[in-house]
């Protein structure tokens, strides 16, 4: 069975940082591109990040680009999301997601994790 | 970046009736390479994560309910259930995946009325 599962949220100050980790199983995870979406509380969904199934293509939203990073390591299975200079509105629910193509970034999200709650306040 | 927009923003269908949720994106997602067009329906219900409907603007995923129909071409899509279920009860959304900027429409709330 395909599975993702987020960690890494919590409480954290403006101004801080915080690693989001999203472990993958039940698929070849060096084969498929890797996408970072998040959800306010109550409100709608918005792409963060993209990874290619090499690292060789990395994309982000103006929203986030110089503070988040992403990054993957294809031995351990693993996508994450470095997130510095945190602010109020990066509170979010964070889903990783798998971008089942197969070739190249622009597919569709499929399966989604459960998500990792961000909450940035001081 | 390519702008997602959804109508309406809610609805309520008597359970058995059909519900149609319409999506248009700002510039054509239609790639003439290919003819195939970059657009996916996500279904959300409370406390879940999304879950995928259809991708290529009208390809079902498998195992999804077959009363779940996607339509349209270029920046006017369309994603139809035909015969509202209280499973159903839920927001959906539609996704570009036309531009590595991807982005979502705003969402429809689908309710029993």
């Known amino acids: 069975e395909v599975q993702l599962v987020e960690s890494g949220g919590g409480l954290v100050k403006p101004g801080g940082s915080l690693r989001l980790s999203c472990a993958a199983s039940g698929f070849t995870f060096s084969s498929y591109s890797m996408n970072w979406v998040r959800q306010a509380p109550g409100k709608g969904l918005e792409w963060v990040s993209s990874i290619s199934s090499s690292s060789s293509y990395i994309y982000y939203a103006d929203s986030v680009k110089g503070r988040f990073t992403i990054s993957r390591d294809n031995a351990k299975n693993s996508l994450y999301l470095q997130m510095n200079s945190l602010r109020a509105e990066d509170t979010a629910v964070y889903y990783c997601a798998r971008g089942p193509c197969q070739t190249g970034t622009l597919c569709w999200f499929d399966p989604w994790g459960q998500g990792t709650l961000v909450t940035v306040s001081s | 970046d390519i702008v997602m927009t959804q109508s309406p923003d809610s609805l309520a269908v008597s359970l058995g009736e059909r519900a149609t949720i319409n999506c248009k994106s700002s510039?054509?997602?239609?790639?003439?390479?290919?003819?195939?067009?970059?657009l996916a329906w996500y279904q959300q219900k409370p406390g879940q994560p999304p879950k995928l409907l259809i991708y290529?603007?009208?390809t079902r995923e498998s195992g999804v309910p077959d009363r779940f129909s996607g339509s349209g071409s270029g920046t006017d899509f369309t994603l139809t259930i035909s015969s509202l279920q209280a499973e159903d009860v839920a927001v959906y959304y539609c996704q570009q995946y036309y531009s590595t900027r991807f982005t979502f429409g705003p969402g429809t709330k689908v309710d029993i009325k």
């Open positions: 510039q054509s997602v239609l790639y003439s390479s290919n003819n195939k067009n970059y």
């Open positions: 290529w603007a009208s």
